[in-house]
C-alpha cells in the first residue's frame, strides 16, 4: 500500500487520508498508521489538520521499473538489478552472492539496511525510504593495485550527478566523502573480492541522505540531506540512482584503461578542502600539512614543513588557523 500512495501524493500537494482511503480501497485509519510509522523514523511527512499529508515533490519508494525505464543510455541493461526491502547491508549481500567464476555487474538497493556501514565499521544510519542505499559489484582485471583512485572517482560521479540534478555547491572530501554546505551528505565504502593480484571484484557501496530529516538521528558528525539543503533539485531516488549508475558506468570504462588520472583535474574542482590546513590520522600517528589537492593515482598531496608528501590512507580532519 505504501508503494501505492506515494504514487498518489508524489505531487508534493496535500491529500485527506479520507481521499487517499477511498481511491485505495482502505480505511482512513488504515492510511494514517502506514503514514505514522514513517513519520516516527523520521521521513518528512507534513500533516495540516483540514488539509490532509504531503511528501516532498517527487518523493516516491523504489521501483526498478522506473529505475530501468530512465537509463540516459544502453549501460544499465548489462546489469544484474535487485531491489530489496529490508537487508542487513547491500554491499554484503552483494559478497555473499558473488561469483568469482563468471563475474558480471550487479547492483543491490534498499529501501533499508539494519546493519549499514560505513568506512572503518562505523554504522551508517539507513532509515526506511528515505535515502539511498547501493552496492555495485564491478570485476576488473589486473589486480587490486589497478583500483587506485576508485573512491574517488566514485564520489566525482556522484557529485557530478548532484549538479546536473538541480543540487549547487556538493564537494569532495578525500578520500571517500560528500560534503554540502559542510556537512556529510554521502559516503563510500569499497570492498575488493578475488584476486587481489589478478581478477577482482570491487564491491562500491554509496549511501546518499536524500530525504532524512531527522534531527535525533545517531550520527556523530555533521550532517544534512538534500531535502533539508531546500534547493529544490529532483528528490526522486529512482531518477538519481538511474542517472547514477550510467555515470558510473561509463567512468568506469575509462578508468578501467587509463586508471584515475583523467579524471584527477575534475575531482581537484570539487575538493572542499583544497589550500586548508589539515591533519590526517593513520593509527596512532597524524601529519599536518596544507592540502594541495590529489595526484594521478588519487594519493593526497600535502605539503608540510618537511616538503610535499603523499598520503594514500587516513583520516582528513581540518585544523584551526591558530593551530597551523
Not at 572542499?272 to 594519493?299: C, K, N
Request: charged content about 20%; some cysteine; glycine content about 12%.
Amino acid at each position: 500500500m505504501l508503494a501505492a500512495l506515494f504514487k498518489m501524493m508524489s505531487d508534493g500537494r496535500f491529500h485527506s487520508g479520507e481521499s487517499l482511503g477511498r481511491a485505495l480501497g482502505v480505511s482512513r485509519a488504515a492510511v494514517w498508521k502506514s503514514l505514522k510509522r514513517l513519520e516516527e523514523d523520521g521521513y518528512p511527512i507534513q500533516r495540516v489538520r483540514g488539509k490532509g499529508y504531503r511528501v516532498p515533490p517527487g518523493a516516491a519508494l523504489l521501483d526498478l521499473d522506473e529505475i530501468t525505464n530512465a537509463f540516459p543510455g544502453k549501460l544499465g541493461a548489462e546489469v544484474q538489478w535487485q531491489l530489496l526491502g529490508t537487508v542487513d547491508s547491500t554491499n554484503a549481500e552483494l559478497m555473499k552472492q558473488l561469483s568469482m567464476d563468471h563475474p558480471r555487474p550487479m547492483i543491490c538497493i534498499a529501501e533499508q539496511q539494519t546493519a549499514g556501514r560505513g568506512r572503518r565499521g562505523r554504522e551508517w544510519v539507513s532509515p526506511y525510504g528515505q535515502n539511498i542505499y547501493l552496492s555495485l559489484a564491478l570485476p576488473f582485471s589486473g589486480g587490486a593495485q589497478r583500483l587506485e583512485g576508485l573512491s574517488l572517482l566514485v564520489g566525482l560521479v556522484l557529485v557530478e550527478t548532484l549538479e546536473v540534478s538541480g543540487f549547487k555547491g556538493c564537494a569532495l572530501k578525500w578520500p571517500n566523502d560528500v560534503l554540502l554546505d559542510g556537512r556529510k551528505l554521502a559516503g563510500i565504502l569499497i570492498e575488493i573480492a578475488g584476486d587481489l593480484t589478478s581478477d577482482c571484484v570491487a564491491i562500491i557501496g554509496v549511501g546518499v541522505n536524500v530525504l532524512m530529516n531527522d534531527a535525533d538521528a545517531a550520527i556523530d558528525q555533521a550532517w544534512t540531506s538534500l531535502f533539508l539543503s531546500r534547493q529544490g533539485g529532483v528528490l526522486n531516488r529512482n531518477l538519481l540512482i538511474a542517472e547514477f549508475v550510467e555515470r558510473l558506468l561509463q567512468a568506469a570504462q575509462v578508468f578501467r584503461a587509463e586508471g584515475f588520472a583523467p579524471f584527477a583535474a575534475a575531482w581537484e574542482e570539487r575538493d572542499a578542502w583544497y589550500g586548508l590546513p589539515v591533519s590526517v590520522r593513520s593509527g596512532a600517528t597524524s601529519i599536518d600539512g596544507v592540502e594541495l589537492g590529489v595526484d594521478a593515482r588519487g594519493a593526497l598531496r600535502l605539503r608540510t614543513g618537511d616538503g610535499e608528501v603523499l598520503l594514500n590512507g587516513g583520516e582528513v580532519s581540518l585544523r584551526l588557523q591558530h593551530d597551523s
